[in-house]
């Protein structure tokens, strides 16, 4: 089992422009997350989705869309970078009233 | 706002001796905790987890400690070893919820 499975690694994006992070878990979880992580500030929700067909709101939702595209695959999209969202993201899976599984992670710098 | 604190950016501590790291949260509704563990350039490791209806909880090495009343968890690691220097976040999540909150970290060192 590959786990959880993000993509790309690295990526630089100009102002303006647009970019989605793909994700994709092979543990049959129901429930899916994206976070980021920024310097001081720790593991920031970003949006979460429960099941396939669903997605909600956490913490820092502004600038971002999501996509529940089946059970395996839950997409990050950022219709307009700004500087303020260059930082790590990560996306993680979970199982019933358990842990998390987290992926290795997207480092995404906004020139 | 915060719902999960962690105020100790970091903590160094001698090899074989206790390390203790404490995080505190606001949401009463919050009745699952957790740690992880990251190192650098990887995403974060399950490491324990308690439940609100225990108040301790050990494997290995590791015990978290919950204060419900105090709104307080703690995980001690002992004997500490230089292989636990890392970085450690504390979550919390409702019962039957999936918004699962972090702390922003204690970054520990072990020093041999």
């Known amino acids: 089992n590959a786990g959880v499975t993000q993509t790309p690694k690295f990526q630089v994006l100009k102002t303006g422009q647009s970019m989605t992070l793909q994700c994709a878990q092979d543990m049959n979880h129901n429930s899916m997350y994206w976070y980021r992580q920024d310097p001081g500030m720790g593991l920031r929700l970003i949006y979460y989705?429960?099941?396939?067909?669903?997605?909600d709101k956490g913490e820092v939702p502004n600038g971002y869309n999501v996509s529940r595209l089946n059970k395996r695959e839950f997409s990050l999209r950022l219709e307009s970078a700004a500087p303020s969202q260059t930082s790590v993201y990560f996306c993680a899976s979970r199982i019933p009233l358990g842990e998390q599984y987290f992926g290795p992670g997207t480092r995404l710098t906004v020139t | 706002d915060q719902q999960v604190k962690q105020n100790s950016p970091s903590l160094s501590v001698q090899e074989g001796r206790i390390s203790i790291l404490n995080c505190d949260y606001t949401?009463?509704?919050?009745?699952?905790f957790l740690w992880y563990k990251k190192y650098p350039a990887e995403g974060p490791t399950f490491l324990i987890s308690i439940s609100s209806i225990k108040d301790k909880n050990e494997d290995g090495r590791f015990t978290v400690f919950l204060n419900k009343s105090a709104k307080h968890l703690s995980l001690h690691i002992v004997p500490s070893q230089p292989g636990d220097s890392a970085v450690y976040f504390c979550?919390?999540?409702?019962?039957?919820?999936?918004?699962?909150?972090f702390g922003a970290g204690t970054r520990l060192t072990v020093k041999p």
């Open positions: 979550a919390a999540v409702g019962y039957n919820n999936n918004d699962m909150r």
């Open positions: 989705s429960a099941s396939e067909g669903t997605t």
């Open positions: 949401n009463s509704m919050f009745d699952y």
